[in-house]
């Protein structure tokens, strides 16, 4: 079965750290790209930060960039999330997320589209003090 | 950054109703547009990719058009599974996907 499972989340004071783990699980975790997502409470869904299956291409929203770190360690089918100067307004719900490709061949050239077809069930950090 | 808008916010049905939901980019974004369902508590569940594809084991009730700037979520015809949040998401730029706000379906 393929699975995502997270943890790592919790009760935090505002300027500290946290680390996120994501366990992959049921598929050839080192050929996806990876992601994580986050929900404040009440909240629509925020894209947080993305990783290439080799980890050579990483992006970050702006509202966490320069505080989170987001990696993966292919071996042990683990992606991360390193959480640093927390805020507030960092309070959610986070989850892993799949990045699946489906290539399109039309009229000789292909086009690639990207969607998150297997997310985890979340886990939430809370920043407070 | 690529901004995505839903409209309604909110929409109340009935089951069997059809239920249309729509979402507008910024700017196009040709046909990479995903739709994703959400229930209270639980993880989003993708339904349709790249506009119109239906995710494997989606029932075909759901149904999605548009290209460009212009984005449509059909629900054929309601089932009581159904009523949930329901988000868009442009993968356009792969370098910082954005969603919808989101629109509530409630049962009327």
């Known amino acids: 079965e393929v699975q995502l499972v997270e943890s790592g989340g919790g009760l935090v004071k505002p300027g500290g750290s946290l680390r996120l783990s994501c366990a992959a699980s049921?598929?050839?975790?080192?050929?996806?790209?990876m992601n994580w997502v986050r929900q404040a409470p009440g909240k629509g869904l925020e894209w947080v930060s993305s990783?290439?299956?080799?980890?050579?291409?990483?992006y970050y929203a702006d509202s966490v960039k320069g505080r989170f770190t987001i990696s993966r360690d292919n071996a042990k089918n683990s992606l991360y999330l390193q959480m640093n100067s927390l805020r507030a307004e960092d309070t959610a719900v986070y989850y892993c997320?799949?990045?699946?490709?489906?290539?399109?061949?039309?009229?000789?050239?292909?086009?690639?589209?990207?969607?998150?077809?297997?997310w985890g069930k979340g886990t939430t950090v809370t920043v407070s003090s | 950054d690529i901004q995505m808008t839903q409209s309604p916010s909110s929409l109340s049905a009935s089951v069997g109703d059809r239920v249309t939901i729509t979402c507008r980019a910024s700017?196009?974004?040709?046909?990479?547009l995903n739709w994703y369902q959400q229930k209270p508590g639980k993880a989003p569940k993708l339904l349709i990719y790249?506009?119109?594809s239906l995710q494997s084991g989606v029932p075909s009730r759901f149904s999605g058009s548009g290209s460009g700037t212009d984005f449509t979520l059909t629900i054929s015809s309601l089932q009581p599974e159904d009523f949930a949040t329901y988000y868009c998401?442009?993968?356009?730029?792969?370098?910082?996907?954005?969603f919808g706000q989101g629109t509530k379906l409630e049962i009327k």
């Open positions: 997320a799949r990045d699946r490709v489906w290539q399109q061949l039309v009229l000789g050239q292909y086009y690639y589209y990207y969607y998150m077809d297997v």
């Open positions: 049921g598929f050839t975790f080192s050929s996806y790209s």
């Open positions: 990783i290439s299956s080799s980890s050579s291409y990483i």
């Open positions: 700017q196009s974004i040709s046909s990479y």
């Open positions: 790249a506009a119109s």
């Open positions: 998401q442009q993968s356009y730029s792969t370098a910082g996907y954005t």
